[in-house]
């Protein structure tokens, strides 16, 4: 099955998209083991390696259909922020920007009438449903805890029990 040229760049511009993301979280983890929130740190760090194993879905799927995989530059990420709630903001603000590339590409496939494309997609519009979900609800509860440190900490916390992953 060919793979359109222009949704072989859009795959190839998302790679690339994934890498950075994977590389702002790592920045987000260093800010916050720096301000010793190491909670926070964890669940950055794992967002990290969750954003490099989504660029490698993609990266594979490009070779799967006979496409050539160009890597392009990684600005440094950002790795100081105002505050807690400053640096989930920003996590927001590159979710929905991820979110809003692959739904281009989804377009992008309709139109190709790539349904391989469509299909592989599939997937990654799920995952970023449930990705902005998550960095909203912490929003959410650090803006209800303000500048509480006892509600911080206990955020913190609970960061660290969701980068742990389930237990049992």
């Not at 954003?51 to 392009?72: C, I």
């Not at 100081?80 to 640096?87: K, P, S």
Request: aromatic share 10%; with cysteine.
């Amino acid at each position: 099955m060919h793979l359109d040229p222009v949704i072989s760049q859009a795959l190839n511009s998302q790679v690339n998209l994934e890498l950075a993301s994977a590389y702002a979280y790592f920045g987000m983890s260093a800010y916050f083991e720096h301000e010793g929130l190491s909670g926070f740190a964890a669940w950055m760090r794992l967002q990290g390696q969750e954003e490099l194993g989504h660029a490698n879905k993609f990266f594979g799927y490009l070779l799967d259909r006979g496409g050539k995989v160009s890597l392009g530059s990684i600005a440094a990420p950002a790795m100081t922020f105002d505050n807690t709630l400053a640096a989930f903001e920003v996590s927001l603000n590159h979710e929905q920007k991820v979110s809003a590339a692959i739904c281009q590409i989804y377009e992008q496939a309709q139109t190709a009438k790539d349904y391989a494309t469509v299909a592989f997609l599939k997937w990654f519009l799920d995952e970023q449903v449930e990705e902005e979900r998550t960095v909203s609800d912490m929003i959410a509860k650090l803006r209800l805890i303000g500048t509480s440190a006892a509600g911080l900490f206990q955020l913190d916390r609970e960061a660290a029990r969701r980068a742990e992953g389930p237990k049992g």
